[in-house]
């Protein structure tokens, strides 16, 4: 699994910093018209095979099988209307979020290619019904979830990343940090090199 995973809110977002060497980058389209969600995905699709990284498709399941996306994200609620079977039947990979432990041990009977915990800091990214897990609670979820890999999201800055590697994450996920940064293109480069170190 890539330890440095860009989670992005528009496809001109993946075309401006996917070429700076980003491998996996998820597309996390909210409120928009299908039709629109579609083109979208249709592009990052494109633009991701054509730079070698692995896209993600965010709770769009549905149009990520019909496009021949090989990998989505689904949230709890998102695992609900999910047609499991399809996706398996496909080949399509996925990663499941999770906040307690009755959804970690929910997503694991799914045997996802990851789980997500978070949000590991504060994030200000949206409001959240849970508080910051903190590190501690990332030692702890990858001793639950053994061997299927674990994405820390959540808060996460390049000075945070050896603590939450030495707890057990696999990947960090990163949203706020580089797209509200000055220079979004600089600031992914500081990430993949603080993750490759």
């Not at 949000?119 to 949206?126: A, D, G, I, R, S």
């Not at 580089?178 to 220079?183: C, F, N, S, Y």
Request: with cysteine.
């Amino acid at each position: 699994m890539e330890r440095f995973y860009l989670i992005v809110g528009h496809v001109s977002q993946l075309e401006l910093l996917v070429p700076h060497g980003v491998r996996l980058v998820q597309l996390r389209l909210k409120d928009r018209p299908e039709q629109e969600i579609r083109r979208q995905i249709a592009r990052a699709r494109d633009f991701c095979a054509v730079h070698g990284a692995q896209l993600v498709v965010n709770d769009h399941w549905q149009a990520a099988l019909d496009l021949n996306c090989g990998f989505v994200h689904l949230g709890q609620e998102d695992m609900d209307s999910a047609d499991f079977a399809a996706l398996r039947r496909k080949g399509v990979r996925f990663g499941l979020s999770t906040h307690d432990e009755a959804e970690l041990e929910r997503a694991l009977s799914h045997a996802p290619d990851y789980v997500a915990l978070g949000p590991v800091y504060e994030t200000l990214l949206k409001k959240m019904e849970w508080a910051p897990q903190g590190v501690d609670r990332v030692r702890r979820w990858k001793e639950m979830a053994g061997r299927t890999p674990l994405v820390a999201i959540g808060g996460l800055t390049p000075e945070r990343l050896p603590g939450v590697f030495a707890a057990g994450a696999d990947s960090a996920a990163v949203v706020t940090d580089i797209l509200q940064a000055p220079d979004p293109e600089a600031r992914t480069r500081e990430w993949i090199k603080a993750c490759a170190s």
